[in-house]
Structure formats: structure tokens, C-alpha cells
């Protein structure tokens, strides 16, 4: 199983940036497929988690109305739309999965936000 998440970068206050996670080695289409991110001193956090075909979609409360999740199946890819982009958003984002009892994650890629 591999994940590799790209998109990362610097970027201003109120910004948008898509972040991608191409995935490899698994049925991509049967699995949930989640965005995390963890800024420096502070706990891995659970960003958007969509379904295996898209019809369950959770956010957490700071990131709802500004990020959106989603999912293209054919290309084995999961993105995460990132708009209005604030200071507390930046971190190292990385996309998770579970396959068959087993939790795998991506190397992770930098979100810079500064003025």
C-alpha cells in the first residue's frame, strides 16, 4: 500500500490550495479514504473523511464551509480543496486509510500559511 500526497505549499491568508493523494496497492474504490494534519507541537487532527463512493462526507468544525474532500476513483486519487486558508491551518497534511485492519499513511506534504 502506498500514498502519496503532493499540492503543499506557501501560501497567503485567505488563499485556496488542492492537496492530492494518489494511492496504490489496494482496492482504492472499496475503502474510506481520510485527510489529517498535525502543526508543530499539537496532535494529529482528522481533517475530512469521505465514504468509498463519496456519499458520506465528515469535517470537523474548523475546517467546515472552507475545505471540501473528494474523490475520484478512476484515477485512484483523493483530493482535498482547501479554501479562505488561515494561519491556524498550516501543518503537515497527510491522507490515511484502513485496509483490512491495517492503518497506512502518506509521507505527508507542508502547508505554509503566512502574510
Known amino acids: 500500500v502506498q500514498l502519496v500526497e503532493s499540492g503543499g505549499g506557501l501560501v497567503r491568508p485567505g488563499d485556496s490550495l488542492k492537496l492530492s493523494c494518489v494511492v496504490s496497492g489496494f482496492t482504492f474504490s472499496s475503502y474510506r479514504m481520510s485527510w489529517y494534519r498535525q502543526a508543530p507541537g499539537k496532535e494529529r487532527e482528522l481533517v475530512a473523511s469521505?465514504?468509498?463512493?463519496?456519499?458520506?462526507?465528515n469535517y470537523p468544525d474548523s475546517v467546515k464551509g472552507r475545505f471540501t474532500i473528494s474523490r475520484d476513483n478512476a484515477k485512484n486519487t483523493v483530493y482535498l480543496q482547501m479554501n479562505s486558508l488561515k494561519p491556524e491551518d498550516m501543518a503537515v497534511y497527510y491522507c490515511?486509510?484502513?485496509?483490512?485492519?491495517?492503518?497506512?499513511w502518506g509521507q505527508g506534504t507542508q502547508v505554509t500559511v503566512s502574510s
Open positions: 490515511q486509510v484502513f485496509v483490512k485492519g491495517y492503518e497506512y
Open positions: 469521505i465514504s468509498s463512493v463519496g456519499n458520506s462526507i
